[in-house]
């Protein structure tokens, strides 16, 4: 079986799983909502909360993203699902992709609706000139962010105390698409007169970072959850 | 740009900053050798290679 | 702040009694440890008595003698970490001593940078008002010593040495992977702060010695902290494989006795 059929068959696994036990849409979503409630409560100021706006969805993104990730591998390491994988065989590599895309998936959907949040609540304005620069951000940011997620979720999978490993682990990593995703969602919004052609070359910076984790984790996964 | 302290403004900060690094890697070191006489007893000769 | 804080460690001839009570030290790391000390001394009295005020920065300068060579250890040691880690990984160099030293190393270099933050933004507050500005090179270095700590948190974690040992040393080369992209993002964010140089280049005479005193005396501390820590570590992972052998061999005492 080739890699790419792996893969797909293991992101549609994960996402059955997903879609039948509600976990993202009935808790993980909520959350967020929840965070980006409780930011405008910290913040308490509508203009600065317009200006801010690309970084709290970018953040809450994040915090969101920890849970979905301890989600993932909890699913793989319950039954030792993850090792009867290998023992089956089934190419590491496949696996890496196969989780990063179900993750990106739900990045995606957590994405929008992080996004449809801060226009609602933040009266953030999308334009229609920085569509495109929007778009493009998200797809370069959620996949960089996917792999990452996938390569130390699968490290902190099945440790004692992973839960607080995690954060530590993770968070600095993603620090970059941080930085980058909220500038380049600044030039698309139009943050501050940030005009979209700022944008484009975090966009570079996002891929980038995509590319080199996306080959890292592939090469890496296996020894990683190897036991 | 703040303008620079006077001397013995600065002589707190610059104490300070020499007794925590000697501080710091003063107690790392204590425990480090503090740890290896405590196991060594224990480690049998061939695994100290070094000795 | 005498330097008796430092580990000393005098020159009695080996014999079975003191191997234990020094355990992990043999002539070399002694003489290295008498040097490092001596080279200490010298800091403190170099650093802090006889050279001068600088003209600008006046008594601030002082704590540059020791910051710059922590910073500069840190940076070593993790370096130092990222070879040891690939060497571990490559096949034909696989020590389980490469993964000792890049965890000692780690672990020196974690010491050395909190030190060089702390000293740092002491020194920062001195010379610029404030405790930290948000420049790239400042930011990098709080993401690799945040890195670090999660890379012995890894090391932490747990299973044989061989999972241990390959885990870290992934973990390692992600770090060098993950550390110029934070760099060049931060750089991007923030391109206006180039001060922080406003020092170097500008030491003369007394205050140009004072420093190198300082760099060469953490260098051997720096060697001299991981091989006694390298070494601590094999006799860790020597009691850890007792452990098991003796848990292996009551199992089977007590399959004999069913």
């Not at chain 1, 999308?126 to 996917?146: I, N």
């Not at chain 1, 390569?151 to 620090?175: D, F, H, I, N, S």
């Not at chain 2, 302290?5 to 503090?34: C, E, F, H, K, N």
Request: glycine letters at 8%; charged letters at 15%; aromatic letters at 10%.
């Amino acid at each position: 079986m080739s890699t790419w059929r792996i893969a797909r068959l293991i992101a549609a696994k994960d996402l059955r799983i997903e879609w039948r036990s509600r976990v993202v849409t009935n808790q993980v979503l909520p959350f967020a909502a929840l965070v980006m409630v409780l930011f405008a409560f910290a913040l308490d100021n509508d203009n600065v909360l317009t200006r801010v706006a690309p970084g709290l969805v970018w953040l809450a993104t994040m915090f969101s993203m920890l849970v979905l990730v301890q989600r993932a591998f909890a699913v793989e390491t319950a039954d030792g699902a993850l090792d009867a994988l290998q023992v089956a065989g089934v190419r590491p590599g496949g696996i890496f992709l196969g989780k990063s895309l179900a993750l990106a998936a739900q990045l995606a959907v957590l994405e929008t609706v992080l996004l449809i949040a801060a226009v609602v609540l933040y009266q953030a304005e999308l334009q229609a000139s920085g569509a495109v620069l929007l778009v493009t951000t998200f797809a370069a940011a959620t996949t960089g962010l996917a792999f990452v997620g996938t390569l130390y979720g699968g490290l902190a999978a099945g440790a004692k105390g992973r839960e607080t490993l995690l954060p530590l682990l993770m968070l600095p990593v993603v620090a970059p698409v941080l930085i980058g995703a909220t500038r380049a969602t600044e030039a698309a919004f139009g943050t501050n007169g940030a005009s979209s052609s700022e944008g484009w070359p975090w966009i570079g910076l996002l891929i980038l970072f995509a590319v080199l984790f996306g080959a890292g984790g592939t090469l890496a996964f296996g020894s990683l959850i190897d036991e | 740009m703040i303008a620079v302290m006077s001397t013995s403004d600065q002589l707190p900060y610059v104490v300070a900053s020499y007794v925590v690094t000697l501080g710091a890697i003063g107690a790392y070191a204590w425990r480090m050798l503090a740890r290896a006489r405590k196991i060594a007893a224990k480690v049998p000769p061939k695994d100290r290679p070094w000795t | 702040m005498t330097p008796t804080d430092t580990p000393t460690s005098d020159t009695s001839p080996i014999d079975p009694a003191a191997a234990v009570r020094r355990p992990t030290g043999t002539a070399f790391t002694r003489a290295l440890g008498v040097a490092s000390l001596v080279g200490i001394v010298w800091l403190v009295l170099f650093g802090l008595f006889l050279s001068p005020n600088d003209a600008s920065q006046k008594a601030g300068v002082r704590i540059l003698y020791i910051h710059v060579p922590s910073a500069w250890l840190a940076y070593l040691a993790f370096i130092v970490t990222g070879v040891s880690s690939a060497a571990y990984l490559f096949k034909r160099t696989r020590s389980l001593t490469w993964d000792r030293i890049a965890g000692a190393s780690a672990e020196v270099g974690v010491l050395f940078m909190g030190v060089a933050l702390i000293t740092g933004s002491l020194w920062g507050r001195i010379s610029w008002g404030i405790f930290w500005t948000w420049d790239s090179r400042l930011t990098t270095t709080a993401f690799l010593f945040v890195t670090y700590i999660g890379y012995l948190a890894v090391r932490g974690l747990g299973g044989s040495h061989q999972q241990r040992a390959r885990r870290s040393a992934i973990i390692a080369l992600l770090a060098v992977l993950e550390v110029p992209l934070v760099h060049f993002s931060v750089k991007w964010w923030r391109p206006l702060h180039q001060q922080e140089s406003v020092a170097e280049g500008k030491l003369s005479g007394l205050m140009l010695f004072s420093l190198f005193v300082g760099i060469v005396s953490f260098t051997l501390l720096y060697v001299w902290l991981v091989l006694h820590r390298q070494r601590v570590l094999a006799m860790e992972d020597s009691l850890d494989d007792q452990g098991l052998d003796q848990a292996l061999a009551e199992r089977r005492a007590e399959g004999a006795q069913v």
